[in-house]
């Protein structure tokens, strides 16, 4: 595996490829050393390492700063998912920034009915954010739901807002 990373503002941005495909993802490492050593335990393999741009880490830094949300060409490497886990995501990159989806929505847009808590499951095991965007997954009410284990999560808030996204908190 391969891991690239980059500094963006006062922070780090790291991918993790697996033979040239996206595995992981995360934006918000304070050192370059905790992202190569937290990229490095979720490879659990040997890495190689990378300090440099990379056009998916531009994408994930253009979304957490809301300057950008077109997405280039991405091979995801989605080992460790199911196939009804796989079609959540997918259908879940279909959803243009400044739009929201509930749960419920997404299930069915993925072709799985009554699937509210199983969608919820899948953005929780999510390891593509926010390139796989389940900032955009909100309850049916309207309300926010849940963003990286915590209700009202401020990077949730700051993403939706920044896309101009409506909901309730």
């Known amino acids: 595996m391969k891991i690239v990373i980059s500094k963006h503002n006062e922070g780090w941005t790291g991918i993790l490829l697996k033979n040239e495909k996206l595995f992981y993802t995360h934006y918000s490492f304070k050192s370059k050393d905790e992202a190569v050593n937290y990229l490095s335990k979720i490879a659990g393999e040997e890495v190689i390492v990378e ?5 998916i880490i ?3 830094n253009g979304i957490v700063d809301g300057t950008a949300f077109d997405l280039p060409k991405i091979d995801f490497d989605f080992s460790g998912y199911t196939d009804k886990e796989v079609s959540v995501l997918k259908a879940l990159l279909k959803i243009p920034a ?23 499951n899948v953005m929780a095991k999510n390891r593509f954010g926010p390139i796989v965007p389940c ?9 926010m739901g849940k963003f990286s284990g915590k209700k009202n999560h401020p990077m949730k808030i ?8 409506e909901f309730r908190l």
Do not use: C, W
């Open 51 to 55: 300090e440099k741009q990379h056009p």
């Open 58 to 60: 531009g994408v994930i």
């Open 98 to 120: 400044g739009e929201v989806v509930s749960y419920v929505e997404l299930g069915n847009r993925a072709g799985i009915t009554n699937a509210a808590r199983f969608v919820g």
């Open 135 to 143: 900032h955009r997954v909100i309850l049916s009410d309207g309300r």
């Open 158 to 165: 700051k993403m939706l807002t920044q896309e101009k996204a």
